[in-house]
């Protein structure tokens, strides 16, 4: 079944439908999550939250965009809600390495002294580059469906991106170091 059909299921009160959209969708609305908050387990409350808020927003659901893009801004713009809400979120127990899994598949640089500089690198850029960029390095969204989460023109989207990576290099390359950060969104 397709998600609309799904959807239009549980309009009608199927939730056997609308848990088959929960698990097709959890693990991507548990990593954009994840991408804003840095941590495990406000990640994994905030999903949970947005499925609650996208379940009973339902009728509200137009169709105008694909379900994922819509249940993908409700997880983003709680999760924005949620570290805001966070005195001193930088010093949260997880690190930014928890998020950065995403952008390189699990495969650590192999120089861990370059690791720990594109971290510090990638941690100093402003919020609005630094989210954009790591949800376009976990390769999980284009750039439509980022522009869509963070409630931007697409064109946005592709000039944070290349802001990002611009001045994660600029960093690096003043401590001597170079550094490929490739584009895995599929944009």
């Known amino acids: 079944m397709t998600d609309a059909e799904l959807v239009a299921l549980a309009r009608e009160g199927d939730t056997g439908a609308f848990d088959q959209l929960v698990t097709r969708h959890q693990a991507a609305a548990y990593r954009a ?7 495990g387990a406000d990640a994994e409350e905030v999903t949970q939250d947005a499925f609650v808020r996208a379940w009973q927003g339902l009728s509200r659901f137009r169709g105008d965009a694909a379900f994922r893009t819509w249940l ?6 709680r999760a924005l809600t949620r570290r805001r809400s966070i005195v001193r979120w930088w010093q949260r127990s997880a690190p ?4 950065l899994a995403l952008v390189d598949g699990e ?15 990638i941690r100093a850029l402003r919020p609005s580059l630094r989210d954009t ?7 999980e969204y284009d750039y439509a ?4 989460m963070l409630a931007v023109p697409v064109g946005t989207i592709k000039w944070r991106v290349a802001e990002a990576r611009k001045k ?3 960093r690096l390359a003043s401590l001597g ?8 969104s599929r944009g």
């Not at 495969?107 to 690198?121: D, G, M, S």
């Open 72 to 77: 993908l801004t409700i997880v983003w713009k």
């Open 177 to 184: 170091r170079r550094c490929r950060l490739t584009d895995t």
């Open 168 to 170: 994660v290099r600029q």
């Open 107 to 121: 495969a650590r640089a192999p120089n861990r002294e370059l690791h720990r500089e594109t971290v510090a690198a």
């Open 133 to 139: 960029l790591l949800l376009a390095q976990s390769g």
């Open 145 to 148: 469906a980022i522009a869509a």
């Open 96 to 99: 930014l390495d928890d998020a």
């Open 33 to 39: 999550a994840l991408a804003a908050l840095r941590n």
